[in-house]
């Protein structure tokens, strides 16, 4: 008489056993890794709108929608996602322009991922928080005007946005500058004849310190204004005034100190920087209360400083004073600046040196700044399925089959492994449908384990584990 005895039948969890699990922006099919190079860093920085820019990008081209609005980018960990504001995209080339936030540390090269292709996302994903709480006006200039109300965007989360010719509500086409080319992207061309951009209210006189910058290139260097809170020509009709005049960039300035007007003239003096026309330059000054100084900067680099005593920005009892600043020009013209301007900004702290030098340094070369490796695909994970035996307990010298279901079919291949440990597998010898869902194997005089190798080209996932074990026979 036989006798059957049951070792056991065991069944292994899945386990996947060439990618690691990686961090993605969800519903994003594609990303590139991107280098900002430190060299161009200069101090350490938190939410720093860098400029991102490409000439052209095959991969966005293909793979972006045509508006760029699933664009997104994520700090190095491949899930944060960051804070950008879209500029341009152009879907021929994938040429973009955008501002991206992030935190840099001095002379260190920073990770970032551009993410594309995501069929979820139908609107742009800019944001105000783009630019810090402390800048009270970004006017990037980049639009055609025509003198119609607010047609030249503040990108802050205030407002100020400007009108060509005049106040909202009283523009003109003809006192509007017109559209050009920039130092990147586009700027505004002033005519150096009646020109001018004036702004909604700007509300600054608590602040205790603050930051005025443009990009510029003058066609002449004569006695013009560049971008200013005033109203008169004299050195106490502005609250603050970047300025150009005798061939330097230069400033004026108003502050309240204890309840009088102190007012300082601070203009650059050729040194270490020329000012030139035909050239651009990222033209600064600040002032600080907490040491009552007034800097101006070229492209980064302080080159005047001078004391200016006071509480905080003066309000003018002049019936004539206003709140709204202008570019290029006074509010009733008379001050008419020749030549481009992009990018005006206002920020009620005192930006630092470095920061500036670091913001030159990115924008005077955008595409030196950023390099990239080759674009990566979301790859969805596959499942190993579940294998099992047709007859888990077979007498010595029978075979059996199993049987593979429960995982990824579509875009992948299947390759039976076999092992008599459980933990050492190798690819099947003998038997039929090695790779097949289906797997008769060869005779067997052994307990065996069986599992099945599910491959898509990129990933390779393992089934559960069928072990078929033999019968001992009794007489």
Known sequence: MKYCKTIFLCACLNFAFSLSAQTWLSGFQNRKQITLNGADISGNHTNFPILFQLASDADLAADARTDGYDIAFSDSDGGTQLNHELISYTSGTGAITAYVQVDLMNATNKTIYMYYGNDNITTDQSTASTWDSNFQAVLHLQESGGGTDNEFIDSSVNGVHGT????????AAGSTPTQTTGKFGFAQDFDGTDDRIRLQAINDNTWTSFTIQVWVNPDDTGDDRVFGKCWGTGADDETWLLRQTGGNIGSRTNVNNGGADNDLTLDDDGAPIAYNTGTWYLAAYTWDASDNTARVYLNGTQVNSGGLTGDNLTLNAEASETDNATIGNIPGGG??????????????????????????NIEDDPSGFISMVASEESITPINGGTATAAS??????????????????????????????????SDVAGGSGVNSLNYNTATLSADTYFRCIVDNGSESVASSVALVTIKEEFS
């Open 164 to 171: 060509g010719g005049g106040l909202a509500g009283a523009g």
């Open 335 to 360: 001050r008419d600046f020749n030549g481009q301007i992009q990018e005006a900004r206002v920020s009620d702290i005192a930006r630092s040196a470095n920061w500036l030098l670091t913001q030159f």
């Open 392 to 425: 888990s307990e077979i007498f010595s010298g029978n075979s059996t089959s199993i049987l593979l279901s429960g995982f990824t079919a579509s875009g992948t291949t299947l390759q039976w492994q076999s092992s008599t440990d459980g933990t050492s597998f």
